[in-house]
């Protein structure tokens, strides 16, 4: 035993050991930086496109087509596989052996272009989030600088990309314990001991550095709101049933118009993304300008008491983000998607007027999330840690169980591995070896 310590303590001090450890310290702080920077610059954009409104709520009929052609263009011409979320991407290359094929999707040129064109889709007005964007690039800058580092396979197989997304998530959130959460329930769907340390050290250090430049911040501020015993039942049940089919519906609409999108997009992308822009800026001008963007001040203000949607702001949302994502462009669905539920909760609460109107927000935040993500216990952990509020534990928890079932009646595999398989499908694959070049040169036909 005492033999088996010490070639473990020199294992760790070896050159190639400590190498690969400050690499992995170096793009685990880099991911922190990015996400750091990345979300300054979609608040900017955001800024930007309610400037042009305020300006007349008539440019986004013009300016919301015109930049998502663009956006939807370069993506086709020179970033092909940043296209939506990114997250189908990142469990795409779990299920992937390839490192060729994988490199292909989780490269620094990918990175890249999935920051310009997200940052060029929120400045169209489209409703779409950066979060799921930067889990992609987490998971992109980490396993590139591993292959850089020629980490050993152990490392590339799978720890470098969930620990790049968990790093994503908790950076972009200001969310260490849902970073790590969502890459075991949703990413990998399994939890392996020999990746655990590197989930944790990489969330910990990207979620550091995002503090150091941002603050330490809660994502929709304190929101001290409670339910009581006697009367939260009700509420809790309502909430989970009405947004996991909510979120359930949501999911199949946008897998299935994604499906049948496919094949007219790729013949006539700039008609489609023309089209869906178009769709995008109605929707905006029904809702009062309220579905344009990432749908952060409208969750923050319903939480906080400080900004009133009508009722049919929730539905508008949900089909405003459906119709963002078929345009092909870059952007995520965690931020529409919380302030879909917030509206939703809003919307509920008209029913429960003895029950604390940001409570109400809470849980219709966490089934709408709960409903289209379908991983529970991330719903419910970082709709805590974004709000700061531990009194709403139970309540939380309970809605996001009741919402993550329903929704499985509606839509019984989860979005992100669906679209995950939609992606492995269409994804290229390294061309077999001949047969002919295998025979060795000096071998004969028979």
């Known amino acids: 035993m005492f033999r088996r310590l010490v070639q473990s303590t020199l294992g760790r001090l070896a050159p190639d050991g400590w190498r690969i450890r400050l690499i992995f310290w170096v793009g685990a702080v880099l991911v922190g930086v990015v996400a750091s920077f990345f979300a300054s610059a979609a608040d900017y954009a955001n800024a930007l496109f309610r400037h042009l ?9 013009v300016v919301t087509p015109g930049l998502i052609m663009l956006a939807a263009w370069i993506t086709q011409r020179w970033f092909q596989g940043a296209e939506g979320s990114g997250i189908p991407q990142c469990i795409a290359a779990l299920d992937i052996h390839e490192e060729s094929v994988r490199a292909r999707m989780l490269s620094w040129r990918i990175a890249f272009g999935k920051i310009i064109l997200t940052l060029l889709g929120l400045l169209s007005g489209a409703s779409i989030g950066r979060e799921g964007p ?4 987490g998971a992109a800058v980490l396993f590139s600088l591993g292959r850089l580092g020629r980490f050993p396979f152990h490392y590339m197989d799978r720890g470098m990309i969930l620990a790049g997304g968990a790093a994503g998530i908790a950076a972009a959130f200001n969310t260490p314990l849902a970073g790590i959460l969502f890459a075991i329930e949703e990413m990998s769907r399994s939890f392996e001991e020999r990746t655990s340390g590197t989930l944790i050290t990489a969330v910990l250090l990207a979620g550091i550095t ?3 430049l941002l603050g330490n911040y809660t994502y929709l501020g304190v929101v001290p709101a409670n339910v009581s015993v006697r009367t939260g039942l009700l509420p809790v049940l309502v909430c989970g049933v009405a947004g996991g089919l909510l979120g359930g519906l949501f999911s199949t609409l946008l897998i299935r118009g994604q499906r049948w999108l496919r094949p007219i997009y790729k013949r006539h992308t700039l008609i489609v993304a023309g089209i869906c822009g178009l769709g995008i800026a109605f929707i905006g001008l029904a809702s009062g300008g309220l579905t344009y963007g990432s749908g952060y001040e409208a969750a923050k203000g319903l939480v906080q008491h400080t900004e009133a949607v009508n009722d049919t702001f929730p539905y508008l949302k949900l089909l405003a ?10 952007g995520g669905i965690f931020a529409p998607s919380l302030a879909t539920g917030a509206g939703l909760g809003a919307h509920l609460a008209h029913w429960f007027p003895h029950t604390e109107l940001a409570a109400m927000v809470l849980l219709g935040t966490v089934a709408y999330f709960a409903g289209v993500v379908q991983t529970p216990i991330t719903a419910f952990v970082i709709v805590m840690e974004m709000t700061h509020n531990n009194d709403l534990l139970i309540p939380l928890m309970a809605t996001a169980f009741i919402a993550y079932g329903t929704s499985r009646l509606v839509c019984p595999k989860p979005i992100y591995r669906a679209l995950a398989e939609d992606f492995l499908a269409t994804a290229p694959r390294p061309e077999p070896v ?11 036909a028979p």
Do not use: C, R
């Open 134 to 137: 930067t889990v992609h690039i």
């Open 434 to 444: 001949a047969a002919a070049e295998t025979v060795a040169p000096d071998a004969k």
């Open 53 to 61: 409104v305020a300006i007349s709520p008539f440019l986004p009929l």
């Open 210 to 212: 995002s503090i150091a």
């Open 321 to 330: 983000t459906a119709i963002s994502y078929w345009s092909g462009i870059p």
